[in-house]
């Protein structure tokens, strides 16, 4: 279950989550959509970041829970709904356990999860 943390401001510049308002990358096919969420440096094991991911990702799962989408497209299925997550090789390791965990979570609401680790600088 999720935790209520404090996840900061909507738009922290400073941080690798910065912004909690917005989807990163979308892309609208015939029948479904894929989105993106960008981790682009380290993550770090505190609270804040962990909330911030955890909002982060209620916010892509919601793309795919609003009327718009439902309407369009119907319930989401894993083979035409997917949210990525490209997170930087430096994250903590508890952090990418928690992300494991939200890519259950997008399984279990008809969403297949790509998670990839990348080596940015």
Known sequence: MIE???SGPAQDLAHPIPR????????????????????AAPLKHDPQSKARLLRKVALSLSYFES???????????PDRCRIYISVHSGTDSKMLEIIDQCGARMLANGITPVIELTHLS
């Open 67 to 77: 009327l718009q989408f439902l309407r369009r497209c119907g319930e989401p299925r």
């Open 4 to 6: 209520c943390l404090d």
């Open 20 to 39: 909690l308002d917005t989807i990163d990358t979308e892309l609208q096919t015939d029948r479904g959509a894929y989105i993106g969420i960008v981790i």
